[in-house]
């Protein structure tokens, strides 16, 4: 199906462990984007990209890596996760090429992590 | 660097009163504006957006908003809100650029009574 897929939908995990959040996108968007949601933060950017083999850091990239070898996937790895990981972690592509009114961010269905 | 201020953090309403949302941003340089809605345990949906032209904006499920440039505000309405809107509401705000960032508010928790 078209879209923007995550996986897992649900994890729980231990701490210091090494965990990777999968993202995958069909309509090849330029763009991708890592986000946190917490309870009173709304959204935070972790990482995002704008082309294979081009990421950078967003908000809160500390204790998070990522990597974009092909343009459809966008992986997101906690290198040794820590209780304050515990988030929903989102998914989002856009596309800002081409026309204005063509703008625009779709996100997946998000990923429940906790870190006991 | 852009940032987004949701004046409210819940908004309690009874069913089929209006409603508006608070957005305030600040920025240096033009900005593209957005509203996403969360219903319970789902990923987020576009509401609406304002790129560029008229200030006002409608949207999807009777929503509109409107920009203020001179406020810095893209305040979020409904005249009529049903018990189906109740779901967590987010402001975000993006550079007229090709850097695609999206900067998100703290987000407001619309609770529709019946």
């Known amino acids: 199906d078209a879209g923007i897929t995550q996986s897992p939908r649900y994890k729980i995990t231990e701490t210091g462990r090494q965990v990777t959040l999968m993202c995958h996108q069909t309509w090849s968007h330029s763009y991708m984007f890592w986000y946190r949601q917490d309870l009173g933060h709304g959204l935070r950017l972790i990482y995002y990209s704008a082309a294979a083999d081009i990421t950078d850091k967003g908000e809160v990239p500390d204790g998070y890596v990522v990597s974009r070898s092909k343009t459809e996937n966008f992986p997101l790895t906690l290198e040794s996760a820590t209780r304050s990981q515990t988030s929903v972690y989102f998914c989002a592509s856009s596309e800002t090429r081409g026309t204005v009114e063509s703008y625009g961010y779709t996100f997946g269905s998000g990923t429940r992590l906790t870190v006991v | 660097a852009q940032s987004v201020t949701q004046l409210d953090s819940q908004v309690p309403v009874f069913e089929e009163a209006p409603v508006e949302l608070r957005c305030n941003y600040s920025?240096?340089?033009?900005?593209?504006l957005f509203w996403y809605v969360q219903y319970p345990n789902q990923g987020l949906q576009l509401l609406l957006k304002y790129l560029s032209g008229s200030t006002l904006v409608k949207g999807i499920n009777g929503f509109e908003a409107e920009f203020n440039k001179s406020q810095t505000s893209f305040h979020l309405r409904k005249p009529s809100v049903h018990i189906s809107d109740t779901a967590e509401y987010f402001c975000?705000?993006?550079?007229?650029?090709?850097?695609?960032?999206?900067?998100f508010g703290q987000g407001t928790t619309l609770q529709v009574k019946p």
């Open positions: 975000a705000v993006s550079r007229v650029s090709n850097t695609g960032k999206l900067i």
């Open positions: 920025s240096s340089v033009s900005v593209y």
